[in-house]
């Protein structure tokens, strides 16, 4: 009798066991390497970013200096940095980067190093600061600012001196990076004089620096190490855009790099992002003669860059009098507020579609269901597969009471916080295939070639992924200023 009752005590006491058990969440899955940074997460929920072309190329019409342009050219009568991040905010950015050196070797701040800078200016009697006045600006208006130290510098006579020119560019960095608060972004710009082959860049020692003066910086150059140059200035990704490269394969500067930095690398070992740069004008600096992009263009950019798991670094620089045309600023509010039409709504949330999922980790129970695909998280919050036994991994979006949806645009976001992954996507309507996608990272958006689809049915299939495929959001939108050019549909 008393040996029944142990049994049974050791039963009731397995039991409790097992439903503890049972009562616990299901634990994440686990990430796949590389992952980004916690500045590198920042960085990529911005979206866009500003940069601003300034200096004595404003005043003499031209795109590169030669350097020998006399610092009292610059003179801008009426500069008001204020206006800038006014502008920045009405924008929605987040984060401005500013010249304060381009090739031509002209310092928008009053460097020790050299003469030829705001020092030997007309403006403010050559007691003047732009760089002040622009960290300033930017953290009156509670947004971030970055800077831009152009490599090439085509004034200094250091220039050409390895050694000799790698200490007063370091100098300057510093002089930078210590004088005037946090700096979120520095900007290494690949350009070289084409004729100066002996001249080295120090970058592991400019790199090591950066990261000794500021802690939440990233650093752009071509191939990172933070963020890389995506490889043209037009503001267009490639159709497949990985976040990884593998850096020790890469030497900078070197132009066979463009295609790989293009695309990225599904079996790169290092996190590396892609910025799409571009300028809202022909030029990267003002000219009088030159007008902003028209909204088409610049939505255009925004799917081919932020829809394609990049940012978009888009430049709009101030003119001679030191402020942002009203044009310009015009076109960027249009913009901004053409991108909140569009994906303020989903539809496939607002009009209680019902979503399902090919499986689901955990059960339902288990905290990783399709609900977390349509919530305002789009990072921590995601649908995950069940871990085995499956090959077919698809979401299906079905519209209320079985009536349909009217959308032109799907948005697919990975969780990237556990890695990037997804290689190859489809999405059907109704059972017809209407897009065929690659990569899809921080955020993939496809515009539906054929115009306005009523749906019943969306699959979003997922047929090749680096693992389990982790979805954080998922949207239909109406895009009103989508005009597609195909009115037939989709071609296989
Ligand atoms: C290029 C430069 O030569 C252009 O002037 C501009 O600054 C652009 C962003 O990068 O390499």
Same mark, same amino acid.
């Given at each position: 009798m008393a040996r029944l009752l142990f049994l049974s005590l050791l039963l009731h006491l397995f039991k409790s066991a097992i439903s503890v058990h049972e009562q616990a969440l299901t634990t994440p899955p686990l990430p796949i390497l590389p992952l980004p940074s916690y500045s590198q997460l920042k960085w990529q929920q911005r979206e866009i970013i500003m940069f601003l072309h300034f200096g004595v190329n404003t005043f003499t019409d031209r795109e590169w200096g030669d350097g020998r342009e006399s610092p009292k050219i610059f003179n801008p009568s009426g500069l008001n940095a204020g206006q800038w991040a006014e502008v920045a905010v009405e924008a929605g950015v987040s984060l401005m980067i500013l010249t304060a050196k381009h090739h031509d070797g002209f310092c928008l701040w009053p460097s020790k190093?050299? +003469?030829?800078?705001v020092i030997g200016s007309t403006w403010e009697n050559g007691k003047g600061d732009v760089v002040r006045e622009f960290v300033s600006a930017t953290s009156a208006q509670g947004i971030d600012a970055g800077l831009y130290l152009s490599p090439w510098d085509r004034h200094d006579s250091r220039y050409g001196h390895d050694i000799l020119y790698n200490e007063y560019y370091l100098a300057q960095l510093q002089e930078l990076l210590n004088q005037y608060g946090e700096v979120r972004e520095i900007w290494f710009d690949g350009a070289k004089d084409p004729k100066a082959e002996n001249v080295t860049y120090y970058f592991t020692e400019w790199f090591s620096m950066v990261k000794e003066l500021q802690k939440s910086i990233n650093i752009f150059s071509d191939a990172g190490p933070d963020v890389r140059w995506v /490889?043209? +200035?037009? /503001?267009y990704a490639s159709d497949t855009c990985w976040s990884l490269i593998n850096r020790t394969s890469l030497s900078i500067g070197n132009p066979d790099i463009t295609n790989y930095l293009n695309t990225g690398d599904p079996k790169g070992t290092d996190w590396v992002p892609a910025e799409c740069d571009v300028s809202i004008r022909p030029g990267w600096f003002w000219h009088k003669s030159e007008s902003p992009k028209s909204l088409t263009q610049l939505l255009d950019i925004y799917y081919n860059s932020v829809g394609r798991n990049c940012l978009l670094l888009l430049n709009v620089p101030p003119n001679t009098t030191g402020l942002i045309s009203d044009i310009d600023a015009q076109r960027l509010k249009q913009f901004h507020s053409a991108i909140t039409t569009v994906f303020q709504k989903n539809i496939a949330a607002e009009e209680d579609c019902s979503v399902t999922v090919s499986s689901q980790r955990g059960g339902k129970q288990g905290g990783f269901g399709p609900e977390n695909m349509l919530d305002s998280d789009h990072l921590w919050t995601y649908w995950a597969p069940e871990e085995e036994g499956r090959e077919e991994y698809w979401v299906e979006i079905r519209g209320r009471n079985n009536g349909s949806v009217r959308f032109n645009v799907v948005r697919v976001q990975e969780a990237i916080g556990l890695g990037q992954r997804i290689q190859r996507h489809e999405i059907y309507v109704d059972g017809k295939l209407v897009i065929r996608g690659t990569t899809v990272g921080y955020k993939r958006l496809h515009r539906i070639e054929g115009g306005v689809v009523d749906a019943r049915v969306v699959r979003i299939r997922i047929s090749e992924s680096r693992g389990l495929p982790l979805i954080s959001s998922i949207g239909l939108h109406f895009d009103p200023f989508w005009h597609s050019k195909f009115t037939a549909g989709f071609r296989e």
């Open positions: 190093y050299t +003469e030829h800078s /490889g043209d +200035e037009q /503001g």
